[in-house]
């Protein structure tokens, strides 16, 4: 047996394994509390964990190639599809734009089909495909400015991602012949849900929809502007989005990857230098954030390309990334298209 295969049935549970004649098993959102649920989930009632909830997945069911959207449980163990029972839209883009009540969402759930995830046979998408904007946010954690031996920033500084490298919660990362330093780093996403300029940081909140775990993939030997962040695959992202609702205190969650096993990153999002409120407040002031739209918050220490020594994405490397109550990806390196 392979290295990866041991790893894979070490780690997951049956349904998560691949199968011979079908690509990794997609049912990755049923590790959404991750391998620590905090007390909050503790306390919901086991029948209250049974249904469904505001997180959101896109996928489509075998033989098909129309795309559907849904929402899974707490414990990952049912879901719900959502464009076929309801008025909402097929996609998440545009659900996000219908500003849908997501009390009444839930208050209906009770009545729709309710399916095992076992059950399904399907192929989990990225839960948003075509956000109109990604930015990212440079050096917004302090233990992330100390490995690279530099100042706390005053002021964010961003950065940009195409549309075109967005990827799978699942889905092959591919290491483009042309790189040759391609790092990684988990973060926490905020996905737009209210059109908002020069909101103030007290209401900023308010127009988030919900939040997801990325990996910034980069490659450190590029121009980082013009490709480095933007290469096809580099943005891992699911493997759902979970409403703000669901999250209480965004400012308190853990954050953490994983190389083959090994942990390479821990931190928490209470370190950020920038928090979420001030990011897109201060967006805000200078462009129009829209419904769908990106922003990537910031990555804890850890990354290959300040450990010592420097240590890069290869083929064949598994990433594993995790946030507390967000969900979990598993994303592997394989060689470029050839």
Known sequence: MSAFMHLLRNFFPKWCLPRPERHLKNHIFRQLQTNHPTAALVAIKQSEQVLPKCRFMQYRRANEQVKRLGMVS???????????????????????????????????????????????????????????????VDCNYVDNCDEQHISIPREPSFHVKFASSITGAMDNIRAHSLAKHIDYGCQLAVVMGKKCREVSAKEALNHVFGFMVVQDIVARDWNA??????????????????????????????????????????????????????????????????????????????????????????????????????????????NSYS
């Open 74 to 136: 707490e414990d990952g163990n049912k879901m719900v599809e959502l464009s076929s029972m309801t008025c909402a839209a097929p996609n998440m883009m545009d659900f996000i734009q219908q500003r849908y009540c997501m009390v009444s969402l839930l208050d209906s759930v009770q009545f729709m089909k309710i399916e095992d995830v076992d059950a399904v046979d399907l192929r989990l998408l990225p839960p948003i495909d075509s956000p109109g904007k990604i930015i990212g």
């Open 225 to 334: 502007p013009l490709g480095g962040h933007s290469m096809d695959t580099f943005l891992p992202l699911g493997p759902t989005i979970v409403h703000r609702c669901h999250v209480p205190d965004v400012n308190n969650l853990w954050i953490k990857t994983s190389i083959n096993g090994e942990e390479r990153q821990t931190g928490s999002t209470r370190n950020m230098i920038f928090k979420i409120d001030f990011l897109i407040h201060r967006l805000s002031q200078y462009l129009t954030l829209c419904p769908g739209d990106i922003i990537l918050t910031g990555t804890p220490a850890g990354s290959g390309a300040f450990r010592h020594p420097s240590c890069f994405l290869k083929p064949g490397d598994l990433i594993e990334s995790e946030i507390q109550n967000l969900g979990k990806m598993c994303n592997k390196v394989v």
